[in-house]
């Protein structure tokens, strides 16, 4: 029986060989795979990008800039028409519909929502805080009010907090030496650095204005460091950031393809 075992084990042997040395032309051919949206857009033709509760540092004002950047996708990657109006500051919006007391049984809605031009500058948040202003987001009434000025759309909205980041301990870096022969080798080397950087916490709110309802939450948390002697702008770290963070976000609303090689033996 062992003589048996070992005789097949030199035929598979001898087959894979030939077969090895049969199959010496790889080619490279391109796929792509095709992804579903997470939501179904088909019945609205516009798209909102109303505003955020942000936190965090004020050296980037990311309610506007978070409007700008994804208003610019969208206008090039969704056949939705991207509405042109005021970035609302929606942290005033929840502050004051907190303000209003319950028992005089008025509307928690603003005719007229303070703008990104309008109003005063918002507190600083921590990620924590933002979450007690999260209500506004069940305010149905104030979307859909929002929603009956802006023709229906698609309403974006949700929370943004963007903060310095900082953490310490051990780096494998690469350093280049070389033998007395001149030849260049790389080693690794691990050191305790002090690194410095940002990190970005996103929610996406996806809001049917009819119904003033969420349709889709989304979340995303990223963060970068840096050594700590590179001076890095926030602004700059902020797009950083966000582009990777873009192609989940535009795969809610609109199909999007995996690209990739796959190699074929001839």
């Known amino acids: 029986m062992t003589e048996w075992f070992r005789t097949i ?9 030939v077969v090895a ?12 795979t095709p992804l579903q949206p997470k939501i179904d857009v088909s019945r609205f033709q516009r798209i909102l990008i109303a505003g955020f509760v942000t936190g965090g540092t004020d050296e980037v004002d990311t309610n ?11 206008r090039t990657r969704s056949s939705l028409e991207v509405v042109d109006a005021d970035v609302i500051q929606l942290l005033d ?5 907190e303000a209003v007391p319950a028992r005089r049984g008025e509307s928690n ?28 987001f069940a305010n149905v009434s104030y979307w859909k009010q929002l929603g009956e000025e802006y023709q229906s759309p698609l309403i974006i909205t ?21 033998d007395a022969f001149g030849r ?13 950087g940002y990190v970005l916490s996103h929610k996406f709110i996806f809001i049917d204005s009819d119904s003033g309802e969420t349709l889709y939450t989304e979340r995303h948390r990223e963060e970068i460091l840096y050594d700590s002697s590179q001076n890095t702008p ?29 190699t074929l033996i001839k």
């Open 9 to 17: 084990a030199r035929v598979a042997g001898v087959a894979l060989l």
């Open 21 to 32: 040395s049969g199959c010496t032309n790889y080619y490279e051919v391109p796929v792509e």
């Open 64 to 74: 506007l800039e978070t409007a700008r950047l994804l208003r610019s996708q969208l």
């Open 93 to 97: 919006v929840a502050k004051a519909e």
């Open 109 to 136: 809605v603003s005719s007229d929502p303070p703008t990104d031009e309008t109003a005063a500058d918002a507190d600083t948040l921590s990620e924590e805080d933002l979450e007690t202003y999260e209500h506004i």
């Open 158 to 178: 949700g929370t943004v907090y963007f903060s310095p980041h900082q953490r310490s301990g051990m780096v494998t870096r690469e350093r280049e030496t070389y």
């Open 184 to 196: 260049r080798q790389v080693i690794p080397v691990r050191a305790y650095r002090d690194r410095r």
């Open 234 to 262: 926030a602004l700059s770290t902020y797009f950083e950031l966000m582009d990777r963070v873009l192609p989940s976000f535009l795969g809610v609303l609109s199909d999007q393809s995996v690209r990739g090689i796959r």
